[in-house]
C-alpha cells in the first residue's frame, strides 16, 4: 500500500478492467474507496453482483445506482431485440463500433463519478477503460478522457474554487489484456468473482468479444510467465 | 418557423429559460423535438409537471427521466436539510457557488441528452443555461460549455464515424433574462405554465434567486417596453 492519498472513487462493472482498476487504486493508498457500479437495463445483474464482491474484497463501499441508460440508448447490451455478435475474427475486435456501443455510457457514467466525487471530496475518480485490447467504442479513447479531464475542471465547484477538480485517472488504458491480467495477480484481483461476458447466461459464453479478450489475456499472460521459467 | 433543421433534444426543466430554449429549436424548423427532463430527487415534481405541459404546447414529445443524482450530490436542490437562501441582496446573486449547485448537474443531464441525440440521430441538443443573469454555477459558463462541444465530438459514434456529433446549442447564453423574457414571448412561450420557485410551496416564495431572477427578467422586460412607447 502506497501513502494515503484521499478518497477515490472508481467506477466498477464487476468485469476484469475496472477490478484491476480498483486494485490500483487500492495500492496506491486511496481511503476511503467509492465503488460506483450503474445498473442501466444491461442484459443481467450478475455484473453489478459481481462488481459488489469486488468492492467488499477491497473494502470499498459499494454505491449501485440505476440510471435509465436503456430508454434513451438503445445497444445490444441494453435490448434483446439486438444482437451481440459472436466468434468475431480476433482482427476484427477493436475495427469499428460494434452494437454492443451503448451511446455515451462513458459520458454518462462519469459524470455521475464527478457528482459523487464533489461530494465525497475525492481526489481522483479511477476508470478502467483500456485503448488496446478493446471492443473499439469511442469513449475508451486517450484523446475522449483528455476532453473529459478538461471539462472535469471547468464543470466543478473544486476546479473553479482552486482546491483542484477530481483526477481522471485511467491506469489501464495502455495496457494489454496481457498486462492487465499480470497486473491483477500482483495486486491480488479476485479473479473468480469478476464476469465480463456479455450475454447473461450461467456461464460465460466464451464467444462474444468481451469474453474472447478476456481468454485472450489469461493466456498471454501464462505464456509470458512459462517463458519466464524457461 | 425556419427550414426543416432535423431532429433536435432540448433539455427542459419546466422553468422559463429552458421553455425558451425549446421555443426557439422549434422557431428553427427542429422536428421531431424530443423535450428530455430530469426527476433528480429537487424537492418538488411541480417543475416535471412544468415541463410536461410546456412539451405539449410545442408538440415535443417529453421523455421523462428518473437520475438518482440526490444519491450522490447533496445540495440545497435535492436535500431538506440545506437551506436555500432568500433574499439575497441582487449583487450577491451570481457570485460565488451557491447552496442551490447541485455537483456536476448540467454535465450529468448534457451526458444523458448526448445518448439521446445519438439514439435519435439528433443534429443539435438545446439547453437554457445562461451567463448573465443566473445563480453563478460553474457549468453554465460558456469555457464549460465549449469543453463540452469537444467531448461530444469525441464522445460519440457520429462524431467518430464522421456523421458530425450533435451541435451544443445554448441560445441563451448571453442574453439578460429581460432579453429572454422579450425573446420567449415573442416565440409564443406560455410563461403561465412554467415554474421557476426553488421551493416547493403551492405558489412561488418570491424570495429565493430564482423567483427574484424571474421577477427582474419581466419587471426590466416591461421597462424597456413602456420606454419605447413614450
Keep these: 500500500m502506497g501513502a494515503p492519498a484521499g478518497p477515490a472513487v472508481v467506477l466498477l462493472s464487476g468485469g476484469m478492467d475496472s477490478a484491476t482498476a480498483l486494485a490500483i487504486a ?4 486511496h481511503r476511503p474507496l467509492y465503488a460506483l457500479s450503474l445498473q442501466y437495463g444491461q442484459r443481467h445483474a450478475r455484473e453489478v453482483k459481481a462488481a459488489q464482491a469486488v468492492a467488499r474484497h477491497y473494502g470499498a463501499r459499494s454505491i449501485v445506482l440505476d440510471v435509465p441508460l436503456a ?5 445490444a447490451l441494453t435490448r434483446r431485440s439486438v444482437s451481440v455478435p459472436l466468434d468475431r475474427p480476433d482482427a476484427e475486435i477493436g475495427k469499428g463500433i460494434p ?13 455521475l463519478a464527478l457528482a459523487l466525487a464533489e461530494s465525497t471530496r475525492a481526489t481522483a475518480i479511477y476508470l478502467g477503460v483500456n485503448a488496446i485490447d478493446y471492443s473499439g467504442y469511442p469513449d475508451c479513447r486517450p484523446e475522449y478522457l483528455r476532453a473529459f479531464r478538461r471539462l472535469a475542471r471547468l464543470a ?3 476546479g473553479v474554487e482552486g482546491r483542484g477538480a477530481p483526477r481522471i485517472e485511467a491506469p489501464l488504458l495502455r495496457m494489454t489484456k496481457a498486462d492487465i491480467v499480470r497486473t491483477g495477480t500482483r495486486l491480488g484481483v479476485p479473479w473468480d468473482l469478476t464476469w465480463s461476458c456479455y450475454r447473461g447466461g450461467a456461464r460465460p459464453c466464451g464467444r462474444c468479444d468481451s469474453c474472447r479478450l478476456r481468454a485472450k489475456g489469461f493466456a498471454e499472460a501464462s505464456k509470458a ?3 519466464g521459467r524457461k
Excluded: I, Q
Aim: no cysteine; charged share 15%.
Design 225 to 227: 510467465v512459462n517463458k
Design 156 to 158: 466543478t465547484a473544486s
Design 99 to 111: 452494437p454492443t456501443y451503448v451511446p455515451a455510457r462513458n459520458t454518462v457514467f462519469l459524470s
Design 71 to 75: 430508454r434513451v440508448a438503445p445497444s
Design 26 to 29: 487500492h495500492h496506491r493508498g
